[in-house]
Each structure stands twice: as C-alpha cells, then as structure tokens.
C-alpha cells in the first residue's frame, strides 16, 4: 500500500514514534502507514529490548521455525479482576500460545529454554515484537506487567485482550494489524491510564468508543482506518496530536474540546 505522509499541522510540529518515559511530542517529518512505528529505545538500565530481526523468530509458515500454534495459556485464578469483572491471571507459570511470541520472548531475556520464570518476566520494560513474524495469540505477555513501550507492528494479531493488564503500558504500536477480523474491539486497551502514545494505523478500525477513557493520552494515529465519528474523542483532553489520514470523518465538532491539539492531519477525509 502506497504510504505518503501529507500532515495538516495547528502549529507544524511533526512527530516520530516515541521511547517511552519521554515527551510523546517530537519535531521530525511526518509519515504514514507502517512508518509511524519507529524503533523503540530502551527506557533505563534495567530494560530489555527485543531484536524484532532475531533470525530465531520465524514466520509461522517457515518448518524450519516455531509456528503460531496453541500451547496452551495462563489460567485465570488470581480473585482480583478489572474493570470488567475479569479475573486477573495468575502469573506463578508462564506459558505462550504463541511460539513465534515465546521465542521472542526468550531472545530478549536471552533465555533459550527452560521455565520463564514470573521474575524474569518482570524485568522486560520494552519489548519489540514488529515485523510481520505474524504473531496471532498474546497469552502470555499479560505477565509483563513492567512493559512501558510494546510494538506490535505488521503481525496477525487476532485479539488484544491480554494488553489490558499491561497497566504501565506508556507507548503501544498496534499499525499494519487487521482489526476487521477481529470482534473484540478495542475493549482491552479502555484502562491502559498510562498510555500517551498509540499508532491503530491502517487496522481497519471503525469505532473508537473505547479510547475516550485514555485521559493521558497525547497523540493517537488511525490512519487508513474507517473511523467516522470522533465524538469519544473529545473526552481526551490530553491530545497533542490527532492523525487521521484516510478516513471517514465529515464532523469536527468534537475537535473544539481539545484544548491542547497541536497537529491535525485530516487529509483524505470528507470534510
């Protein structure tokens, strides 16, 4: 898909893809697509970042390589739950039902086998799984619990209902993923309170009810998706930067509660 990057800016500041634990607005020249997911970099000595080119990470349709197959996931038994009503997962044993997610897994914590242990687990902080490793299932990644910075770019993904215990989630890159396929909405990231940065570009997301809870969030990407209304957006007062290239948006009424909004792209929209 043809990408080009054409920002309508409030006060013409362009923004790459932050590290987490700084500012989420930068000045560079703006892109679209899949090139609003740049690398993320590390967040302090303790993080642990993922080589999204591990050669050990293969396609699931490689035999030579781990595929994207059920083997089994965390059991919810934990009494406390969210929001929802959901019973957190208990985390004394990490299992993936992904291997190509596992196998990413022990390459950043530079453990080839054996048992992940919960604490091993906790000391991942950023995690680059991008890519197209065409990753579905994120069972398991539920137990990092100290992730600030995850980039999921270019994968299958099926379902993120695991991201909703990723509490101090502060940049997710979701982009290149087909959330046309999926029913669950985005329903999981609604108590992500920490999350100042998210890409949904070119998911095919259409509804964005979910994200009007984010009341720290400060620049939101969802180009090439269809959305069509922005009124759950005028709850997120934080918002610096709004990209909405290729859309389906006739009214910006919801714009006027923004006190903040610095960059706007609405190119390719009917308005």
């Known amino acids: ?26 000045t560079g020249e703006a892109t679209a697509g899949s090139e609003t997911t740049a690398s993320s970099s590390e967040t302090g000595a303790s993080s642990t970042t993922v080589d ?26 934990d009494p406390d739950t969210d929001t929802t009503g959901e019973p957190e997962p208990a985390c004394d044993e990490i299992s993936f039902k992904s291997a190509v997610l596992e196998q990413k897994v022990r ?13 091993a687990l906790l000391t991942l902080t950023v995690f680059d799984a ?18 600030v910075d995850l980039d999921l770019t270019q994968e299958d993904l099926e379902e993120v209902g695991p991201l909703r215990w990723l509490k101090k989630l502060e940049v997710l890159d979701l982009a290149n993923n087909d959330f046309a396929i999926y029913t669950g909405g985005l329903e999981p ?29 400060e620049v939101l990407h969802l180009d090439y998706c269809r959305v069509k ?12 930067e709004l990209h909405l290239w290729n859309n389906m ?18 190119h390719k929209n009917p308005v």
């Open 1 to 26: 898909m043809r990408r080009r990057w054409l920002a309508v800016m409030l006060l013409g500041a362009c923004t790459d893809r932050p590290s987490a634990g700084t500012d989420a607005t930068t």
């Open 52 to 77: 999204a080119s591990s050669s050990d990470a293969t396609d699931s349709t490689d035999t030579g390589g781990p595929t994207d197959t059920d083997t089994g996931g965390p059991t919810d038994t």
């Open 107 to 119: 390459s950043a914590l530079e453990l080839p086998e054996g048992p992940i242990s919960p604490e």
């Open 130 to 147: 991008s890519l197209g490793d065409r990753i579905k299932h994120l069972d398991g990644i539920e137990c990092a619990k100290e992730l």
């Open 189 to 217: 990231l609604r108590d992500l309170d920490a999350l100042r940065y998210l890409s949904l570009a070119d998911t095919d997301v259409a509804t964005i009810e979910e994200l009007g809870t984010l009341d720290s969030l």
């Open 229 to 240: 209304d922005l009124a759950p957006l005028a709850a997120v007062t934080t918002l610096r």
């Open 249 to 266: 948006v006739a009214e910006l009424s919801p714009l006027a509660a923004m006190p903040k909004l610095e960059q706007l792209d609405l």
